[in-house]
C-alpha cells in the first residue's frame, strides 16, 4: 500500500532524511520510533504531502506520487496530529469542522455520515454543535480522528496520537485505533517516541537514529530483545526499566 | 516538618454555583519525594499551587492547616509570599519553551534568578550561572551562556529551568509534569538529574505526573488523586500492592512492551470513590 525509497528530506544545508526506504503492506500498520530530532515526523510530512521538498520515491497503492498531490490522493490518505488543542479550528462547530472535508471532495449525504462517524469514535451526538473548547482533550482526539475517517481513507498517518492525553484516555484511543482498523481495513503508519504504544498497534516498527532508519524490526521480536542495531537495545531497556513499577 | 496541609479545599465560583476543585486533600513533606499522580482535572496542579498560592483571582482557598517552612500560607501577605516564591520553594514547569524569556541570553537568565535571591555584582551573578549550569550536567556551560532559549532543545531547556530553580537554594523543588513535553530517553535524564539534586542537597521534591510508573521510579511516596481527592497514598515501593481500584485502573491502562495485551483495559470509574 506504502512504499518508500530513498527518501531524502533537506532543510537548507541540513538532511534531516537520509534515504529511508520503507514498505508497509493494505491493512498493516507500521511504527516510527526515534527521539525527537531524528527524522520521524520529517518522513511523515513528506507522505502526508505537507512538505514537497524531498527526493527519492513514495508510491501510495502502486502509485508514484510527486510533491504536488491531486485531490484523490488527499481523500486516500489522512493524517492525525499530536496535539488536539491545536488540530481543530478554534472558532469552528464540530459540525463545520466534519463537514470541511466532505464539501471539498464532493461527497453527498453530509448529514449523515457526520452522524456515522461520530458514533463510529463513540461520541454522542450532542458533540456536533459544540466547539473544540467546549470538548476534553480525548473527545478532541476523537473528533480529530473522526475528521480523518469522514473522506474515508485508505491510510491513516498517526503523529504522536496520545503523546498530549491521560493514560486512561490514551487506553480509549490506541482501542479505538485498533477497532477502526479492523472494521474499515485502514493502512497506518504511526510514528511516536513511547515504544510501549507503537509495539501495542503496530507488529512492524522502524527505529529512527539521526535520519535514518536504523533497524525494521518485529513487535516480537523486540518485545523478546532480539535486537540488532545497539540503539534500538538502548531505547528498549529504557522502556522496560520504567515502564515497571519500582 | 516542611510542608504541612490538612484538609486543603479550592473552589471556583462559576454562573452555576460553585465548583471545588481540590476537595479536601492532606499530606505532609519533610526532605523527601513525595510523586503526585492523577488524570488531568484531579486537582494535582491546583493543590501545589494553593501552596504558592499562585491560583487565579476567583479561586477560594480554605484548608484546616496550610503551611510551608512554618509560614502560614493562609495569612502571610503578599511581602511573606515573595520571600518564600523562588527563595524556599523552586518552581519548574511542563513546557522550557514558554517559561523561559525568549529574548533574554541563558546565562543572563539564571544570573538574573541568583542576583535577585542572592544579591552581588553582575561578574559574580554570571560565574554563579556557570556553575549552576555545570551543575545541572550542561557539557559547555560557557557557550550555553550566551544561547537563546530558541537555540536549545528542550531537555536542555529544562535543565536550565532547573538550574535557575536552584540558584537560591531552595528547601522545597515543585516540579509540575517537568517532563511530559520531552521524550522518553530525554525525560528519565532529566528525572534522574532532579532526584540526584534534591538528594544531594537535601530538599523536598513534589513531583507532579500523570505517569504512575514513571514517577514511582524517582519518588519515595506516590499520593494518587481523583476528582479533587487523594484517592491512595503508598509508598512508591509498594505500588505492585496497590489496593485502590483506581490505582489499579491507572496501572492497567497502560501499554506494556513486555506483556503485551491484546486489548488495553478501560479505566471504568466508580462513583463511590468520591463518598469518603
Known sequence: ?246 | MLVDIQNLRVSFATRTGTFEAVRGVSFQIGTEKLGIVGESGSGKSLTARALMRLLPQNARITADRLSFDGVDILKADERAMRGLRGKRAGFILQDPKYSLNPVMTIGRQVAESWRQHKGGSRKEALEAAVDLLDQVRIRDPRRVCDLYPHEVSGGMGQRVMIAMMLAPDPALLIADEPTSALDATVQAEILRLMEDLVSKRGMGLILISHDLPLVSHFCDRVAVMYSGRVMEELSAGTLAQAKHPYTKGLLNCLPSLTHPKPRLPVLSRDAAWLQS
Open chain 1, 1 to 246: 500500500m506504502i512504499e518508500v525509497e530513498q527518501l531524502r528530506v533537506r532543510f537548507g544545508d541540513n538532511e534531516v532524511v537520509k534515504g529511508v526506504s520503507l514498505n508497509v503492506p493494505a491493512g498493516g500498520s507500521f511504527g516510527i520510533v526515534g527521539e525527537s530530532g531524528s527524522g520521524k515526523s520529517t518522513v511523515l510530512r513528506a507522505l502526508s504531502g505537507l512538505n514537497g521538498a524531498w527526493t527519492g520515491r513514495i508510491a501510495i497503492d502502486g502509485e508514484s506520487v510527486g510533491p504536488r498531490r491531486d485531490k484523490a490522493f488527499f481523500r486516500k490518505v489522512q493524517m492525525v496530529f499530536q496535539d488536539p488543542y491545536g488540530s481543530l479550528h478554534p472558532r469552528q462547530t464540530i459540525d463545520r469542522i466534519l463537514s470541511e472535508p466532505l464539501l471539498v471532495h464532493g461527497m453527498d449525504n453530509i448529514e449523515r455520515r457526520i452522524e456515522t462517524v461520530l458514533a463510529e469514535v463513540a461520541l454522542p451526538n450532542a458533540v456536533r454543535f459544540r466547539y473544540p473548547h467546549q470538548l476534553s482533550g480525548g473527545q478532541r482526539q476523537r473528533v480529530a480522528i473522526a475528521r480523518a475517517l469522514i473522506a474515508e481513507p485508505e491510510v491513516l498517518l498517526l503523529d504522536e496520537p496520545t503523546s498530549a492525553l491521560d493514560v486512561s484516555v490514551q487506553a480509549e484511543i490506541l482501542n479505538l485505533l485498533a477497532d477502526l482498523r479492523e472494521r474499515r481495513n485502514l493502512t497506518y503508519i504511526l510514528v511516536s517516541h513511547n515504544l510501549a504504544v507503537v509495539s501495542h498497534l503496530c507488529p512492524t516498527v522502524g527505529v529512527m537514529l539521526g535520519g535514518q532508519m536504523v533497524e525494521v524490526i518485529s513487535a516480537e521480536d523486540l518485545r523478546a530483545g532480539k535486537t540488532q542495531h545497539p540503539h534500538t537495545s538502548e531505547l528498549r531497556a529504557l522502556s522496560v526499566d520504567l515502564e515497571e513499577p519500582a
